[in-house]
């Protein structure tokens, strides 16, 4: 069975510049298939201007062109969904309220991230998504 997931830019990155680890294992499921993600307009053009960023691609050890070839990649196993209207999830960073309208729209089990504690406040926990760090996902899988 494949798990409906929202990958936050925050894993993509630190996937990508570490070499192993569990932000690295999700992109590893989510290209294998294991891990089906979802990404409306807002995600992938937040991965992609992250990814032209200098200094991540320093960190990457990785050129432009390389981290776009990934994205082109990564993006043809993601599900697009289009988000027709604003939940307003209302958290402390405006700029991640876009992902739990994903997650809404999508329908997905969990949002991935690094960053839990940013989607504490969220109004709208109770539509059927989980706030779930690598770590913490790739216990479950194992169980």
Known sequence: MTIKVV?????????LIGGKG??????RRCLQGELQPYVGNALYLEYRDLLNRDRIQALCKQTSVSLMEFLDGFAHVCTPVDVHY???PNLKDEADNHIVELAIAAG???IITNNVSDFAQAEL???GYEVITPEQLLRLLRI
């Open 86 to 88: 604003l939940w307003r």
């Open 108 to 110: 997905v089990s969990y």
């Open 22 to 27: 569990p932000n690295r294992e999700i992109l």
């Open 125 to 127: 926990k109770s539509l």
């Open 7 to 15: 990958v936050d830019t925050n894993v993509l990155v630190a996937g």
